[in-house]
């Protein structure tokens, strides 16, 4: 079977496909190799506290990959990126039998090799950097001016790096560790690449009526350059909010899986798989705040 969905819903959780060589199945996406180059499967799987869930949230995977798609065109002339083709015609032969399925939800990229660590940026004070900042006033090492309060924006966006955990959390780094694994150079150059997006993106969403709080960027080397790898500023890395119901000393609602983290809550579960399949209201109001974060940045609705 080409592909899985869930009971009850659109929802496309698993791909199979046997003439393809699978590379690696994250928490979202199925990768496979061919041809020499990487085939990125976004499915409409979706992980809260590290636990993938037995449902998924119908179209997630599109807006994904056509939300990356958008950021990666709009970030060229910062950085090229590992995008070879979305469209499923130019595809290799051997994906053709799958054409429906990778339709809208694939990308043909580059088979670079990823450098080891993830490069966050964060502009305003929120999620685990409120707990961290209120004890030692600083995050992830980083320090920061005090009486600061929760939502509230950061002087300058701060770049703080991370190793990349193939499973549970990754692991805040610092920039000489950082440089102790890609070496000095490559560091310098990925801050700086790295600031420059988050900069060019939260304008770029501000003219939107949308804050971008934080996010998270990959980097691979490809024939001895380094460019933009993964996803890029979708609602799965970053942090979306609505400018108009922006309050410091709050959180804000998020343009992602928040609301399925909200609800998590309400249940007596331990957060260890499995975790519980999430009903429908839960799923459909999810899907529609993915959406809402794609119309709202590229000003179309999802097709």
Known sequence: ???????????????????????NRGKVRDIYEVDGKILLVATDRISAFDVVLPNGIPNKGRVLTMLSKFWFDFMKHIIPNHVISMD??????????YRDILSGRSM?????????????????????AVKEYKKTLSVCGVKLPSGLRESEKLPEPVFTPSTKAESGHDINISRKEMANLIGE??????????LAIFNAASDYASSRGIILSDTKFEFGEYEGETILIDEVLTPDSSRYWLAETYEVGKPQTNFDKQYVRDYLETLAWDKTPPGPVLPPEVVARTEEKYKQAYKLLTGRDLV
């Open 108 to 128: 043909l990229v580059k088979k670079a090799k990823p450098y080891p660590v993830e490069c966050v940026v964060r502009g305003y004070l929120a999620g685990s």
């Open 185 to 194: 150079q490559k560091t310098a150059l990925l801050i700086d690449k790295s």
């Open 88 to 97: 499923v015609r130019e595809y290799p032969p051997p994906t053709k039998p």
């Open 1 to 23: 079977m080409p592909k899985s969905r869930n009971p009850n819903s659109d929802a496309v959780t698993r791909t199979d496909f046997p003439d393809l060589k699978l590379h």
